[in-house]
């Protein structure tokens, strides 16, 4: 008997490219179509060959199959079956049937002395007042295999070329993987051959010369960069570099927030494994993922913002924190909702009315930190994470003067004076991959002209930016504003995550 399968695209021709088949139970089948008839979808795997009635695979798309599954296994269980309740509620949590987890998780304790632990978390979750909704603002599954990747990708503005380009990315981000799992921001070059060595190693949190602080953050936009290519722990050509970062990247997590510049380290961790709950629905990352949300909510400054050395909230520091706790929700993870609006304060309180920009933090202008536009994209990046991303006056602007600078990967340099008397060198240009990262995403969120308009500049930036020779071919130059502080690991992941955005994630609305 053919198990029942949820699959994350409609199978209707062949040949066709590999994709990604999801059982019910939460298994995941990787394999190449190869040829549909008769009303059955053929599928080559690892382990031989499957044949699944193409009419069944088309009524088992995602969120359909998890009610009709929770009804069948608990018609099987025993009332008095505490353990088997518990491990279903913790199914229907983790599909979002949120009335069938709390039904099954309060059947589930007959003794509240020996209560499941997983049944007393979603009880707590899902029954406290103060949580937001707990519903995805993303309607639809996440467009990243097969024919639904195809089309997005197409209609996203992604090419052929674009896709090269991420694909050499990929193998470039593998080839540099440790064997722990991690990204060494200034130890990659150890993997390339003897003579061609590839530069652009981290430094410290400006490019100083100092021992790069944030593997945390090179190998969690590596992980995403995988995922997003439709890669999985038990699928696809980068499984294994999947499951090596992630395990490296859920090891972080437990650890807790370390350092100095533990929320960049630790909440881009949190991103990577959030995104990864999305893909696998692993039960162990979900709970990892919890904690993590808790450890970063209880991190919050009194501003609604996080920093990383003051007791006010700073935009760089809130963006990584808030994109966390975005991706947190979309995986499932309740937010209370004080937190999100303090949050949601902290963004609004940070915005130049007249401009647009958004402001390093509180009184930053006395400091002379003028307001930029690569904080108030960070703001509305989060924004749309959250699902807040809202045309209101001074949110309109702040699209406008984000999209004011066309994407070119072109730097240049000239000499200015400083303060003191001397004379540096100081950057002309937009050549700067990390406001152009959260351009990205907050611009496809918002769509339209101001979403086709950047990215067709950025796309022509980002393809004549990638290297093509030797041991750097598939990588970009760390070039351009703070690009130095993480490295060519970084930025080579940032860029490649902005050529997979028509895909990596549905738009809201």
Known sequence: MIRPVLVAVLLMAAPAAADEFRMVDGEIVFGEVIETKKGRVHVKTADGLKRLREAWIQERIEGVAPAVVIAEREAKLAKDDADGLADLA?????????????????????????????????????????????????????????????????????????????????????????????????????????????????????????????DGVTTSVALMAWLASGSTPVSGPYRDNVKRALDWCARQLSGGLAGSYGMWNYGFCAQAVADAVMVTRDPKLLEDLHEATRRILSTQLDDGGWSYYMRIGDAPTTAVAGSALGLAMQAGIPLPSDRVNRLKGFLNARIDPKTGRSEYHDGAEKKRYTPTRANAASGLSVRALLGMLRITPHLGKSVATINDRKPVWSIKFKEVKAKDGRVVKAQIGNLYPYRWYYTTMALYEHGGASWSKWFGGLKKALLKGQRKDGAAAGSWDPLGTYSNSAGRVFITGLCTLMLQTPYRYPRSR
């Open 90 to 214: 913790m199914y229907a949590w983790r599909h979002f049937q949120d009335e069938a987890a709390v039904r099954l998780a309060n059947a589930s304790i007959a003794d509240p002395a020996e209560a499941d632990p997983r049944a007393l978390r979603i009880l707590g979750a899902l029954e406290a007042t103060s949580v937001v909704a707990r519903k995805r603002t993303w309607t639809q599954p996440l467009p990243r295999w097969g024919t639904r990747k195809r089309q997005a990708r197409a209609k996203g503005g992604g090419t052929a070329a674009t896709e090269a380009a991420v694909s050499a990315a990929l193998k470039w981000l593998a080839v540099h993987q440790d064997s722990d799992g991690k990204l060494d921001a200034d130890g990659f070059p150890k993997h390339d051959p003897e003579g061609d060595k590839t530069d652009g190693k981290g430094g410290g949190h400006h490019g100083g010369p100092v021992p790069c602080p944030f």
